[in-house]
């Protein structure tokens, strides 16, 4: 989700900068020209983090400024169709969740919650389960799977679609129970497993002795 890209681009420095370290310049214009945005290839742009190199500037006829060719990399934020994420829940409405992960918020519908009957309690702004009482709020952590991804240019203009209605997926607390119930019946699976050939052999003396 998280990745360090290298990019090339030709950055503009202006007449009043030219005394300066060029690689301080050139960081300078790349991070307000590329932090923040959300690209449909890369993602969203979080950090410029390094200038690797720094060509030799060119001047343009009618411009007084030097155009440099650049070699610098970035920090981006890339969320992936089906990828298994963890996040806080931010907002609950009605009809579903908003999660934070990272950068951007996804949603979780209300039907994709839980298998349980789902309904919204405005009082507590909570998703409470009909038959568990289980309940999704705000600051609970949570893991979810991404089905849907649509990402635009520009400024924060990606929505995320999420689902937890998937094993070990849903609200922390719950996985935790989950896995400790699995736990459980593993423990009790190899206990009677142990116990068998107990009573297979306690049944072979009864047959013997009838004998």
């Not at 519908?109 to 389960?129: C, N, P, W």
Request: with cysteine; glycine share 10%; proline share 4%.
């Amino acid at each position: 989700m998280y990745e360090l890209v290298t990019l090339k681009d030709t950055v503009r420095v202006p007449p009043n900068r030219f005394g300066e370290p060029i690689n301080k310049v050139a960081l300078e214009i790349l991070m307000k020209e590329y932090e923040g945005i959300i690209d449909p290839d890369l993602g969203v742009v979080i950090s410029v983090v390094n200038v690797e190199d720094v060509d030799v500037g060119k001047l343009l006829p009618g411009d007084g400024a030097a155009f440099h060719k650049v070699l610098f990399s970035v920090l981006i934020f890339k969320p992936i169709q089906h990828e298994i994420i963890e996040g806080e829940v931010v907002e609950v409405v009605d009809f579903g969740a908003f999660i934070r992960l990272g950068p951007l918020d996804g949603l979780c519908h209300v039907s994709q919650i839980t298998d349980d009957f789902i309904s919204y309690d405005s009082k507590r702004s909570a998703l409470i389960g009909k038959e568990t009482g289980r309940a999704i709020q705000e600051n609970d952590k949570v893991r979810a799977r991404i089905v849907a991804v649509s990402i635009g240019g520009g400024i924060r203009s990606g929505k995320l679609g999420l689902t937890m209605r998937q094993p070990f997926l849903g609200k922390i607390q719950w996985i935790e129970e989950e896995v400790k119930g699995t736990k459980e019946e593993k423990k009790e699976e190899k206990k009677e497993e142990k116990e068998k050939p107990a009573v297979k052999k306690a049944k072979r003396k009864k047959k013997s002795k009838s004998k």
